[in-house]
């Protein structure tokens, strides 16, 4: 059962009988008429088959909703249905549940419909099973099953993401809140961008709408309710524009069908946070999309409608000439459009289209041997992810390093030999050198871009054309991390640091050892360790040599293990071993740090978790951390002597840091109860409030808040800027 869900047993109400609200299942009937519409050929029997066997096994369970339970695997087939695929897929989603709440067995569905539904099934059910995990380290196993079984039929993805869609449509129903957010966090991080890349767009759009009502309420409303109030001051705005649009097309000699619709909250609350800016300063919230005959009449709109309209400088983009990774092809532009409107225009054939739309199920063919035939260019993005997952070091750095993959959108480069090479918006050569290869990424010692030699974390756009040069000697730098993009070239780089730094551990270890050993008058003999081993949660010697180094244990811990002090020697004790991987105080740091030395964090800048740093050795005080574009920094430019080359630590996001904010409120009852609530439903807690400013009409207000990161900054000021009482907010330097 999918997100863990409560079932109950209760007799399953009639429908006449059933109270308001109450979900209406799908017929039998209904839903193989739907199939046959699209697929005429399909499988009538086994369908009717699959309906009535989820039925009887699904019996009088009930959903958290009140619903019978069978409702779910039927609403699933429906959208499964919806996306027009095979029959197969459509028995999936009706019995995907089966395995996993009812007492029907994986054998009992392969002698019934066979090894492929079986094979499907079983696919679906042990993400199920992993899914009742809330534990990080479950959710990224979990994840890194998903991709396993994706990458051996895509159609395991397309019945999990239908089955989350279901799941979220009926979250509310759900009466645990922290169960509630952490199914649409876990929807938002890794479904939508899932469904994005298999061109799911319509899925994707609502997974996230779903996800952002459920993790920031007060945002959404905020942002729905100016959507409204321009509605009712415009009118039907969108309706007119269409009606000019069709008329300019036609005096064009263009023909098409012409849709328009305001774009999602999410996406209007995702573009604030990426352009930092307010819902005001948000002019293009309509979208327009135009649907053409073939490519000629693409280009021939375009023209059209760039000869009408004043067009914005940098929206243009052909995803025509180079497609996404997930296939999706169409024009964009935006222009200032009728009524002085500014607006975004897609314009597309009914093939890229359908494309848009369905994404992978649009042009997915099953051959009868059940083996999947499509174009793999698109897919080269999910064989990344199994190359990633080869070099992670456990599943939550791939979890990590795929989320960076899934996010970012694409730029488009050239190799020398024009090979297009698809990378993450913001990668560097390096990102490119290791998206050609492994080895040249490995090699890499310098880069042109477009001819002209350039530093190593120069940022790519779309169009340069890039070449690589190599070199034998040379190995993968670990600065290099600190401004790759791509999730594969991150990996490669984690796995050469590992490997390089258990190895200066292992000597550091090895001489913290034999020094300890001669201070209490003993020898270090390497075969006597084995006897202590399991103690410290090692493997070998080289195991407990590398936590030594580490600063797990201490040297005097292993020597006491294997000779007792005589005052301790009738009762001895062997240390508990401290988890696995966490530093204690007397850790040896290896890059950035200087041991002893105090650290503070500026006051000036305020420098989070995610901000670029530099460290400023200050006599007395040990060491102040300055973000990199700190205006005090100009002060030290002639003692260059003092900087110290740091980054953050992976574990310190945990821990809270204070950023500070100028917001600017309107002077009206309830704007500083607005202000605090947003911000504490945004997990910020306030530390300091100041008043810098006031008028008639607003206040400037001083706000410092404690965060886990910037990126958590980063969400309170998009939640604080969606809030209609705020006028303004920006991070505040100095």
Sequence with gaps: MADGETLTRAAVPAPSGAPEGRARVMRQFELVERVKSYDPHANEDALNRAYVFAMKAHGSQLRASGDPYFSHPVEVAGILSGMKLDGASIITGLLHDTVEDTLATLEEIEKVFGAEIARLVDGVTKLSRLELQSDQTKQAENFRKLVLAMSEDIRVL????????????????????????????????????????????????????LSFGELYPEAREGIKTRLAFLKDKGGDIVARIIGELGR????GGV???????EKSPYSIWRKMQRKNVGFEQLSDIMAFRVVVEDIGACYHALGVVHSNYPVVPGRFKDYISTPKANNYRSLHTGVIGPERQRIEIQIRTGDMHEVAELGVAAHWVYKQSGQPGTEGRQYRWLRELLDILEHASDPQEFLEHTKLEMFQDQVFCFSPKGDLIELPRGSTPVDFAYAVHSEIGDTCVGAKVNGKLVPLRTALVNGDQVEIVTSKAQTPSPTWERFVVSGKARARIRRFVRTQQRQQYLDLGKAILQKAFRQEGHDLVEKALGEILSSFNSQTNDDLYVAVGEGIYTGREVVHALHPPKSE????????????????????????????????????????????????????????????????????AETPERWLDVSWDDDTSTAAHVGRLNVTVGNEPGSLGSLTTVIGKSGGNITNLKITNRTVDFFEILVDIEVQSL?????VIAALRATPVINSVERARG
């Design 711 to 715: 990126r958590h900054l980063t969400n």
């Design 569 to 636: 020697a009738a009762n001895k004790v062997i240390p508990l071993a401290p988890a696995r991987g966490k530093r204690t105080e007397n850790a040896v740091p290896i890059r950035g740090l200087i041991p002893g030395m105090a650290v503070h964090y500026a006051g000036c800048c305020h420098p989070l978790p995610g901000d670029r740093i530099v460290g400023i050795v200050m006599t007395g005080k040990g060491v102040t951390i300055h973000t990199i574009d700190c205006d005090t920094l100009a002060s030290f």
């Design 158 to 209: 397309l019945v999990k993401l239908s089955d989350r869609l279901h799941n979220m449509r009926t979250l509310r129903f759900i009466k645990d809140p922290d169960k509630r957010r952490r199914i649409a966090r876990e929807t938002m991080e890794i479904y939508a961008p899932l469904a994005e890349r298999i061109g799911m767009h319509e899925i994707k759009d609502e997974l996230e709408d």
């Design 248 to 251: 300019k097309l036609k005096e």
């Design 255 to 261: 023909t098409a069908e012409l849709s328009g619709r």
